[in-house]
């Protein structure tokens, strides 16, 4: 009941809320399915000899809506009322839903008031549910039902036809010939179907529907204009007609079916019976096969070549390959054809089938039996007879092989053992011929296992009677007495090669000794050569005294050194003893080294002609190098006293130049006697620097006796004379100033103070910083837009720093009396008398003639067209002579 739930909430809800929205969007589908519906309930309600006119209306009362379940689901319902009043059409309504929920339809929003009161929408969607209850839902084609099913009978129906292609319950049988394809597939007599067309859907759902009612006993649920008429055709409306022809044919298809069933069981008796003759061939065949077949796999008669016994094998392999798979094939295709007849004679309720005597499964599978237990003797006697031959044949092939790799192996050996290359051989051939030796024996011993493979070989072929041992048993023979031959001149040649290697080796500990020592020896005489000859540079006495007492004491060492000569040469001497004594054939020189007692010799004579020479030229150096000493302690003496001096007078001047000793006529006075004073000093620096010129020229570079170089002596010297020559301008320039801006010696003073304070690096200069304080304390309130314009002019090149006199000619343009500026103009104003302009012969004849010309370039740009042509007016003559700032 759970399962019929679940499924009627997929099958029946959706489609009532479709049918619910299609009617409201559609008028003509609620027309289609009033006449479609009405039509249905009639096909049942006659069976009760009663119909409906108006669908709405006759359902009402409930009574007729309870006879239509009656009818289509053949259960009795409960007693009716039959009252007229409405609470009894309620009653009876209530019963019919109830009916129709039993059976497990759930109806939503459909309620006997609505019924009763005769609501279009409401009745319809009843009428749509009983329909797919009783009508559709138990429709099923191949594993689907209701809508799907019978959506998918109708496909299978009308596949075979041209132009029918059914998709839905609504365009797909617009045409008219899905219905017409209904009938022809199941009653063809009925229509002739290959004169429809498609582009005639009019006549051919008419044809269909008057068949249908005719014929079919199929009611006209549907008028072809309704459907053709309707660009979608109602699907409900289709779904139902559609049915009726489902539930018309079902009865045809079951005669159908039982006519089927009755031919279905005859050819399965035929195809027994046909089975049953095949098992009794095939049976038959199959033993007579296994009846021949077993002698053959039982002889054993044994072949005396490998190649026949090979033949064999292959045809057993031929057997097993060719012939016997088939028969597998057979014997497992009877034991199935067995099963299967026994398996449809069961079903069909039929006795079993009893094969006749002796062709039983089990006879079959014990004649089988048989056949393979024959056959896996057959085989394992192959195989030992093929094992035994291939014995004997990989025995023989042993023999051969490894007396062939014997044979080529002491092919030479024996020439090789009575070599005497050892005689003419050096210590390093000799212990390599010995290494090789002690290779061959080793060698030789791994064969010795071979040799005794060889013989075992043979005794064994020898045991198993093969047919050619006498041609082995001879080769085996040879071999030993080779064998044997080789051991002895293997004990022969090392006692030899031992006895020339210990006369070799006490010569090549003689040469090693000899290499040991000449070479450290050789090398020293090389070294001394090089050094005897080598050429020095030295700048120091003490230098060239380093040297000397190093030779002195490489003189020391020549008397050892003879003697370790002379010891070399004795180890030479040895040699060349032992070499006479016993007649050793030397093939070289010593391995060791390429030194020869001649070059030892020659080296040594050498180095005893160099000593002599490296005195004399050591001594030279010596006498050179005391006079340079000479000079540098006389070049040291002057330049430990100027440079001093020089150092002392620059820190003299610079307190000239900051202290306010007197007036500056005075300091200017101080000044110049410093600079006489220096001046008079210069013949001391023309005489350093002819001291200089020696030591140049005796290629002196250093001076332990002085910090001092000509070059800084240089430098100093240039910046005292540029200090002082500056020094005395600068005073020079305070005077001029002072003058022309008419300051006083107090007010210079003053400002030298100041500057002093504020000059916190005593460099003769301030920084900004300095010079802002300065300004500041000197009472100046000023932004740093007037800062800026003060420092354009003090610092016009903007380098960072104010000069003494930078300070002075700022302070003194500040200070200087205004006065002046109006004495000038008033001069300016006599001279021009009531013209109110002066002419430049005019200033040429008052000035004198320096100044008037300057005056006259100064004021010559100012002339212009707007004064008297060569003639200055009063503002003209002011901004010449003091600038626009002053006006």
């Known amino acids: 009941m759970d399962h019929y739930d679940s499924q009627q909430t997929n099958d029946y809800m959706q489609p009532e809320e479709d049918w619910d929205r299609d009617l409201l969007l559609d008028p003509a589908w609620e027309k289609q399915q009033r006449k479609?519906?009405?039509?249905?309930?009639?096909?049942?309600?006659?069976?009760?000899g009663t119909q409906i006119e108006n669908i709405e209306e006759d359902f009402r009362d409930g009574l007729k809506l309870m006879l239509l379940l009656e009818v289509i689901s053949g259960e009795r319902l409960a007693k009716p009322e039959r009252g007229k009043m409405r609470v009894h059409k309620i009653s009876n309504v209530?019963?019919?839903?109830?009916?129709?929920?039993?059976?497990?339809?759930?109806?939503?929003?459909?309620?006997?008031?609505?019924?009763?009161?005769?609501?279009?929408?409401?009745?319809?969607?009843?009428?749509?549910?009983?329909?797919?209850?009783?009508?559709?839902?138990?429709?099923?084609?191949?594993?689907?039902?209701?809508?799907?099913?019978?959506?998918?009978?109708?496909?299978?129906?009308?596949?075979?036809?041209?132009?029918?292609?059914?998709?839905?319950?609504?365009?797909?049988?617009?045409?008219?010939?899905?219905?017409?394809?209904?009938?022809?597939?199941?009653?063809?007599?009925?229509?002739?179907?290959?004169?429809?067309?498609?582009?005639?859907?009019?006549?051919?759902?008419?044809?269909?529907?008057?068949?249908?009612?005719?014929?079919?006993?199929?009611?006209?649920?549907?008028?072809?204009?309704?459907?053709?008429?309707?660009?979608?055709?109602?699907?409900?409306?289709?779904?139902?007609?559609?049915?009726?022809?489902?539930?018309?044919?079902?009865?045809?298809?079951?005669?159908?079916?039982?006519?089927?069933?009755?031919?279905?069981?005859?050819?399965?008796?035929?195809?027994?019976?046909?089975?049953?003759?095949?098992?009794?061939?095939?049976?038959?065949?199959?033993?007579?096969?296994?009846?021949?077949?077993?002698?053959?796999?039982?002889?054993?008669?044994?072949?005396?070549?490998?190649?026949?016994?090979?033949?064999?094998?292959?045809?057993?392999?031929?057997?097993?390959?060719?012939?016997?798979?088939?028969?597998v094939q057979e014997k497992c295709q009877l034991e199935i054809n067995f099963n299967t007849l026994q398996t449809k004679l069961r079903l069909s309720n039929r006795p079993a089938f009893m094969p006749s005597e002796g062709k039983m499964v089990s006879d079959i599978n014990n004649a089988w039996g048989g056949l393979e237990q024959a056959e896996k003797g057959y085989e394992e006697w192959q195989l030992n007879e093929i094992r035994r031959l291939e014995r004997l044949d990989h025995l023989a092939e042993k023999f051969r092989q490894k007396a062939s790799i014997h044979e080529a192996w002491t092919d030479g050996k024996e020439a090789m053992l009575q070599q005497k290359d050892y005689e003419i051989a050096t210590l390093s051939e000799i212990k390599a011929l010995l290494k090789k030796h002690e290779a061959f024996e080793s060698d030789l011993a791994a064969h010795q296992d071979r040799v005794e493979q060889i013989a075992a070989i043979a005794q064994e072929l020898n045991e198993l009677d093969y047919y050619n041992s006498p041609s082995v048993n001879a080769r085996c023979q040879k071999i030993c007495d080779q064998?044997?031959?080789?051991?002895?001149?293997?004990?022969?040649?090392?006692?030899?090669?031992?006895?020339?290697?210990?006369?070799?080796?006490?010569?090549?500990?003689?040469?090693?000794?000899?290499?040991?020592?000449?070479?450290?020896?050789?090398?020293?005489?090389?070294?001394?050569?090089e050094d005897l000859q080598d050429t020095f540079i030295v700048h120091t006495i003490e230098e060239i005294q380093g040297l000397t007492t190093a030779h002195e004491q490489f003189k020391a060492t020549l008397p050892d050194a003879d003697k370790e000569r002379q010891a070399i040469l004795g180890i030479h001497n040895e040699v060349s003893k032992i070499v006479q004594t016993y007649h050793v054939n030397m093939a070289g020189t010593n391995p060791y080294t390429t030194i020869t007692p001649q070059e030892i010799n020659g080296k040594w004579d050498h180095v005893r002609q160099l000593v002599p020479r490296r005195d004399q030229a050591l001594m030279e150096e010596h006498s050179r190098q005391q006079q340079n000493e000479r000079l540098r302690k006389q070049f040291a003496a002057q330049a430990n006293v100027i440079g001093p001096w020089i150092q002392t007078k620059m820190e003299e001047i610079g307190r000239i130049s900051i202290e306010m000793h007197g007036t500056l006529e005075?300091?200017?006075?101080?000044?110049?006697?410093?600079?006489?004073?220096?001046?008079?000093?210069?013949?001391?620096?023309?005489?350093?620097?002819?001291?200089?010129?020696?030591?140049?020229?005796?290629?002196?570079?250093?001076?332990?006796?002085?910090?001092?170089?000509?070059?800084?002596?240089?430098?100093?010297?240039?910046?005292?004379?540029?200090?002082?020559?500056?020094?005395?301008?600068?005073?020079?320039?305070?005077?001029?100033?002072?003058?022309?801006?008419?300051?006083?010696?107090?007010?210079?003073?003053?400002?030298?103070?100041?500057?002093?304070?504020?000059?916190?690096?005593?460099?003769?200069?301030?920084?900004?910083?300095?010079?802002?304080?300065?300004?500041?304390?000197?009472?100046?309130?000023?932004?740093?837009?007037?800062?800026?314009?003060?420092?354009?002019?003090?610092?016009?090149?903007?380098?960072?720093?104010?000069?003494?006199?930078?300070?002075?000619?700022?302070?003194?343009?500040?200070?200087?009396?205004?006065?002046?500026?109006?004495?000038?103009?008033?001069?300016?104003?006599?001279?021009?008398?009531?013209?109110?302009?002066?002419?430049?012969?005019?200033?040429?004849?008052?000035?004198?003639?320096?100044?008037?010309?300057?005056?006259?370039?100064?004021?010559?740009?100012?002339?212009?067209?707007?004064?008297?042509?060569?003639?200055?007016?009063?503002?003209?003559?002011?901004?010449?002579?003091?600038?626009?700032?002053?006006?």
């Open 36 to 48: 479609t519906f009405t039509a249905w309930c009639n096909s049942h309600l006659r069976k009760a």
């Open 94 to 327: 209530n019963k019919a839903l109830d009916f129709i929920a039993s059976k497990g339809v759930k109806l939503v929003s459909i309620g006997a008031e609505e019924i009763v009161d005769g609501n279009v929408k409401m009745t319809l969607g009843m009428i749509w549910t009983i329909i797919l209850r009783f009508a559709i839902q138990d429709i099923s084609v191949e594993e689907t039902s209701a809508k799907e099913g019978l959506l998918l009978w109708c496909q299978r129906k009308t596949a075979p036809y041209k132009n029918v292609n059914i998709q839905n319950f609504h365009i797909s049988w617009k045409d008219g010939l899905g219905f017409c394809a209904l009938i022809h597939r199941h009653r063809p007599e009925l229509i002739d179907y290959g004169k429809l067309r498609k582009d005639d859907p009019l006549t051919n759902l008419n044809t269909a529907f008057d068949v249908a009612e005719k014929y079919l006993d199929i009611p006209k649920m549907l008028d072809a204009e309704d459907i053709v008429g309707t660009a979608r055709p109602d699907e409900k409306a289709i779904m139902t007609y559609v049915s009726s022809f489902y539930h018309a044919f079902s009865g045809a298809q079951k005669a159908e079916t039982a006519a089927n069933r009755i031919c279905k069981v005859l050819a399965v008796n035929q195809e027994n019976e046909q089975l049953m003759e095949d098992y009794e061939k095939l049976a038959s065949d199959l033993l007579e096969w296994i009846r021949r077949t077993v002698p053959w796999l039982e002889n054993r008669a044994p072949e005396n070549t490998m190649q026949a016994m090979q033949q064999k094998l292959e045809d057993f392999r031929d057997y097993r390959r060719l012939h016997k798979p088939p028969k």
């Open 483 to 529: 064998w044997d031959n080789l051991g002895a001149l293997t004990q022969k040649r090392r006692e030899a090669l031992e006895r020339t290697e210990k006369l070799l080796e006490t010569i090549d500990q003689l040469y090693l000794e000899y290499a040991k020592r000449a070479a450290p020896f050789n090398n020293w005489m090389e070294g001394a050569m």
């Open 666 to 887: 005075d300091q200017l006075n101080h000044l110049r006697q410093y600079e006489k004073s220096i001046v008079n000093y210069k013949p001391k620096i023309d005489q350093l620097e002819g001291d200089h010129q020696q030591i140049q020229e005796a290629l002196i570079f250093d001076n332990k006796h002085t910090n001092y170089t000509m070059e800084h002596i240089r430098v100093g010297w240039e910046q005292l004379l540029t200090t002082i020559a500056r020094t005395i301008n600068e005073v020079e320039n305070q005077i001029l100033t002072r003058d022309a801006k008419g300051i006083s010696q107090e007010q210079m003073n003053e400002f030298r103070a100041s500057f002093n304070h504020f000059d916190r690096k005593k460099t003769g200069m301030m920084d900004t910083d300095d010079f802002r304080a300065c300004l500041i304390s000197m009472g100046y309130n000023m932004g740093e837009a007037e800062f800026a314009r003060i420092m354009s002019i003090v610092d016009p090149n903007r380098i960072g720093v104010v000069t003494f006199q930078a300070f002075i000619d700022f302070m003194s343009r500040e200070t200087a009396d205004t006065d002046t500026a109006d004495q000038v103009m008033a001069s300016f104003k006599i001279l021009a008398g009531d013209k109110n302009y002066i002419t430049l012969d005019e200033l040429r004849r008052e000035l004198p003639p320096d100044q008037a010309e300057y005056c006259i370039a100064r004021m010559a740009p100012y002339t212009g067209p707007d004064a008297v042509p060569g003639a200055l007016d009063y503002m003209s003559f002011s901004t010449a002579l003091y600038g626009e700032s002053d006006l």
